[in-house]
């Protein structure tokens, strides 16, 4: 089959991978002029399975309230895009009840691990060049009973395969030496040794290589304008570079996927979260932690890459708007400094790389991925805050059910269905 892709991020660019390995004709399509330079570029680095919940826990409300008007807060809401798409927020919150959230956090566990070791497999069977470290992952407590409760969050999804291993302070420290000058800050940690860590932009570029190497075409600095066809069908696909004919298509277009399924009929409940960070030169500097770091106080991720950091964190809800808001990055930057004074101080006149990038967050927290109800429509989105960890997984997915084939995990938890 001649199958499209549109949107050559990592999901994207892994769904064309898993296609063109099928022996499928793949064409993948993006506006940019070359890969990954969109939500895909600067992430967290991390591939954490451990780490999966969505984003609505019971009580995100009150958060949310209690974080009005703070310049540092992990979460800002502009009222102003809450009034203009008010359904995707209100779904949201209905889906931040407690039996809602730990179903919702079990099926992207689900997914994150099965993408946490299909990467792994990619990067073997291939031998992919990313930086990528099998280090596991510290997630770091300030109190006791957040502690607790991140303790029980990591026991409920053990039975997945995800392990993990409650840190005292004094072994946090021995586990990560980095953390030891700002030890009076930490009550414990909890290690997931089954993550791992690297650079999804040039994971991306390496896939999107192996897939031009194997047949694949990209079709890069392309808008797609539309999809052809209607409720009977989609029929190929309207570019500023002419039309694209295609037997099958698949939207991984993240925050834009939107966009281009409503004139089918099909409304996609996904907001695009705007999310920063930093990346800062290490160069000739001592005391960056080695082990990747989710600071669960602060909100924020710290990752080595080799001899660069990168600090990640932060949620916008502000629609299409990406500039670069220079107190919010800053506040990354700090945050992602202050369990570390002597590094914080080395890096104190060190240039920063601020980013910032649209996460495309469904209303629920799992991605959307498979059929459309519109026959020869697929969907590969709403992959939120874990789009590198779901990546190859969800490339799986999407892919078995396009070729009605049985699914290594069950994928009725991420189908566009389970809005209905």
């Given amino acids: 089959m001649r199958i499209a892709v549109v949107g050559a991020g990592v999901v994207g660019t892994s769904v064309a991978w898993e296609l063109t390995a099928r022996g499928h004709r793949v064409v993948l399509i993006d506006r940019a002029p070359e890969v990954a330079q969109e939500t895909s570029y600067a992430n967290g680095a991390q591939l954490h399975a451990g780490h999966a919940a969505p984003w609505n826990p019971p009580g995100v409300l009150f958060d949310a309230l209690r974080w009005l008007g703070r310049s540092d807060s992990p979460l800002r809401i502009h009222p102003g895009r809450v009034l203009r798409a008010p359904s995707w927020s209100l779904r949201f919150l209905a889906n931040a009840t407690s039996r809602r959230y730990r179903n919702h956090a079990r099926a992207n566990a689900r997914l994150a691990e099965y993408g946490v070791r299909s990467t792994r497999h990619w990067r073997e069977e291939l031998g992919l060049q990313f930086e990528g470290r099998d280090s596991g992952i510290l997630k770091l407590f300030d109190d006791p009973r957040t502690l607790e409760h991140g303790q029980r969050e990591a026991e409920a999804v053990r039975e997945l395969g995800i392990e993990h291993r409650l840190l005292t302070r004094d072994e946090a420290i021995e586990r990560e030496p980095a953390l030891a000058a700002g030890a009076d800050q930490l009550a414990g940690a909890i290690e997931f040794p089954g993550d791992g860590c690297g650079d999804a932009l040039l994971f991306t570029q390496e896939l999107a290589r ?20 209607g409720h009977a069908g989609a029929d190929g696909l309207e570019t500023d570079h002419g039309t694209v004919e295609a037997d099958q298509i698949v939207l991984a277009a993240g925050s834009y996927a939107p966009a281009l399924a409503r004139p089918l009929g099909i409304r996609l409940p996904i907001e695009p979260i705007k999310g920063y960070s930093v990346t ?141």
């Fill in 280 to 420: 800062l030169s290490l160069d000739g500097i001592e005391g960056a932690p080695n082990t990747p770091i989710i600071d669960d106080a602060r909100k924020v991720v710290v990752t080595r890459l080799g001899n660069r950091l990168r600090i990640a964190g932060k949620a916008e809800i502000c629609g299409f708007d990406t500039a670069l808001d220079e107190r919010r990055w800053r506040a990354v930057r700090e945050q992602g400094l202050s369990r570390f004074p002597g590094l914080a101080e080395q890096l104190a006149d060190a240039p920063s790389e601020p980013w910032a990038g649209l996460r495309p967050m469904s209303c629920d927290g799992p991605p959307i991925l498979g059929p459309t109800g519109v026959p020869r429509l697929h969907l590969a989105c709403g992959v939120g805050h874990l789009g590198w960890t779901f990546a190859a997984g969800s490339a799986r997915l999407v892919a078995d059910q396009l070729e009605g084939r049985t699914c290594d995990i069950d994928p009725a938890p991420y189908r566009f269905d389970r809005f209905r």
């Fill in 210 to 229: 192996r897939a031009t190497e194997h047949g694949a075409a990209l079709q890069l600095g392309t808008t797609v304008r539309r999809v052809l066809g």
